[in-house]
């Protein structure tokens, strides 16, 4: 199983009321939206190692998903 090697949650690029949850693997990155309540690093790990299909393509230059 590979380890994300960065975990960060931030503020949504457009909208106020939700947050972005980044994964940066070694190849890629893949990012999840939440809204409140927002979750931890460790929310983000569990559902990780649990259900990476929740998941999806980021693109970190746009900061839009693939």
Not at 2 to 26: D, F, G, N
Not at 42 to 57: C, G, Q, V
Request: proline share 9%; glycine share 2%.
């Amino acid at each position: 199983m590979t380890r994300p090697l960065s975990i960060q949650i931030r503020p949504h690029p457009t909208s106020a009321r939700h947050q972005v949850a980044t994964v940066a693997t070694s190849t890629r990155v893949y990012a999840i939206t939440y809204a409140e309540p927002f979750p931890s690093e460790a929310d983000i790990r569990e559902l990780w190692a649990t259900d990476r299909k929740a998941f999806r393509p980021w693109n970190q230059t746009t900061g839009r998903y693939c």
